[in-house]
């Protein structure tokens, strides 16, 4: 069984898009964890999926933005040959690749409002298999619920951002692969322009976590190096252009 969790701020959309996107789908038994993180005075991505994820009764845990749509009636049957067939700490729709030490998206769901394949033409969008990846997108992830008794999303502070990143790294560290599962048919309405000038706090306290365990974190926006000046240098640039050009 599986145990979808979504932490909402919009429950139109919520009912819309996920609720709906549910009663769809075949051949696959669920249970619904919706988490209202205001009502629960949760400040943080990581506190209100911890707080989901220990209510959940399912074998496997899926994780899961408000906006996320199955197009077809076989999303979660699709997911559970996956589950049954491969082993993994956790495994998304969308995730950071690493080709000759730089990152590259791969991913084949859409996204946005004009329904486009998502990411830039660097993007990898044609294979067939699961495939490893040291990072993935938080708008949808699958984590068994054996690995989630094992640990859970660590705190980044104030915070919606990296906690799949978070989770990734924590899964290689304990050795457990991070896949990308090749799965068509989903629609994420976000154009992914939910970035904001947090993301720089949040993963400087990423790279202090996983200091010892990595010399480069691969995240959707880019390569961070864990060294500690070459990682301080990294996120005052960052920031420096982003408050520039926004």
């Known amino acids: 069984m599986f145990s979808i969790i979504c932490a909402y701020n919009n ?7 996920v609720v ?21 005075h ?35 049957e699709k997911i559970k040959f996956y589950c049954d067939h491969y082993q993994f700490g956790i495994a998304g729709v969308a995730g950071v690749t690493v080709i000759s030490n730089r990152n590259r998206l791969i991913t084949q769901i859409k996204d946005g409002k004009d329904h486009t394949a998502a990411g830039t033409e660097l993007t990898i969008h044609h294979y067939n298999k699961p495939q490893k990846v040291f990072s993935l997108d938080e708008c949808m992830f699958i984590i068994p619920n054996d690995v989630f008794k094992l640990f859970q999303f660590s705190d980044l502070g104030e915070t919606w951002h990296l906690y799949a990143t978070d989770y990734s790294c924590k899964c290689m560290k304990n050795g457990f692969d991070v896949l990308v599962l090749p799965i068509k048919n989903i629609w994420h309405l976000s154009d992914g322009n939910s970035f904001n000038s947090n993301y ?9 976590l996983y200091r010892k365990d990595y010399k480069m974190i691969y995240t959707v926006y880019g390569r961070w190096p864990t060294q500690f000046v070459l990682s301080k240098l990294k996120i005052l640039y960052k920031r420096i252009k982003y408050k520039i050009n926004g």
């Open 11 to 17: 429950k139109k959309m919520l009912e819309d898009c």
């Open 20 to 40: 709906r996107s549910l009663k769809r789908q075949k051949n696959a038994e669920y249970e619904t964890i919706f988490v209202n993180a205001k009502e629960h």
């Open 200 to 208: 720089f706090s949040t993963i400087g306290r990423l790279i202090r």
């Open 42 to 76: 949760f400040s943080s991505a990581s506190e209100t999926l911890n707080y989901g994820g220990q209510q959940a009764k399912g074998d496997y845990l899926i994780f899961l933005h408000q906006d996320i749509i199955f197009e077809t009636e076989d999303i979660l």
